[in-house]
């Protein structure tokens, strides 16, 4: 029995007859599809189920436009910033907690289609390794609120679960930008 790489990139450490081994660029291009595949069914429930993602998004991201809005802030006049609460200026409110939720819908599903073309993932996958690092604010924002008076049980346990489910999606996505680089000990 030879070794032919390491385990750790993408050979086994083991061979038997009839076994399928597979080339490190096809592990990458499987890795990748999995990653839009996610991706993909991800930015469909942006749209399908838009609530399943509101608690994500922080406060401080949304203006209110009126009593359709999943928050209890005051309403602002369009085109007017920044949005003032309580006396703190939120100059990042520039869009509905509705309109940001399905901009990320729109933005991970751009990302799955770029992650496809081998010409474009090095890049993309960059970018949804940053996307998903900038999602962590919104989920520890969420994991905050649900620990605070107005949470829930549920919500407790949901935002516990998801937060920790952030780091593996951004090693995940940052592993595809190294595609078909050989690494030498």
């Known amino acids: 029995m030879r070794r032919t790489g390491l385990w750790l990139s993408g050979t086994m450490p083991f061979s038997w007859p009839g076994a399928v081994h597979w080339s490190s660029a096809a592990t990458h291009t499987l890795s990748a599809a999995a ?3 996610l991706l993909l069914a991800s930015a469909m429930k942006h749209f399908r189920d838009p609530d399943f993602y509101g608690q994500v998004v922080p406060d401080y991201l949304c203006r209110d436009d009126g009593p359709a809005s999943a928050t209890s802030m005051p309403t602002s006049t369009p085109g007017r910033a920044p949005i003032s609460t309580g006396g703190i200026a939120r100059p990042l409110a520039v869009m509905t907690r509705h309109e ?12 799955a289609v770029g992650l496809l073309i081998p010409a474009t993932r090095r890049t993309t996958a960059t ?9 962590v604010t919104g989920h520890v924002d969420a994991l905050r609120r649900a620990y605070g008076p107005d949470g829930s049980p549920s919500q407790r346990t949901l935002h516990t679960a998801r937060l920790p489910l952030q780091v593996p999606l951004i090693l995940w996505a940052w592993s595809l930008r190294n595609a078909g ?3 030498s000990l």
Do not use: H, P, T, Y
Request: overall charge positive; proline content about 0%; glycine content about 12%.
């Open 35 to 37: 990653l839009s595949a």
């Open 100 to 111: 940001w939720i399905a901009l990320s819908g729109l933005v991970e599903a751009g990302a």
């Open 127 to 135: 970018g949804v390794a940053a996307l998903f690092s900038l999602f």
């Open 181 to 183: 680089q050989r690494r």
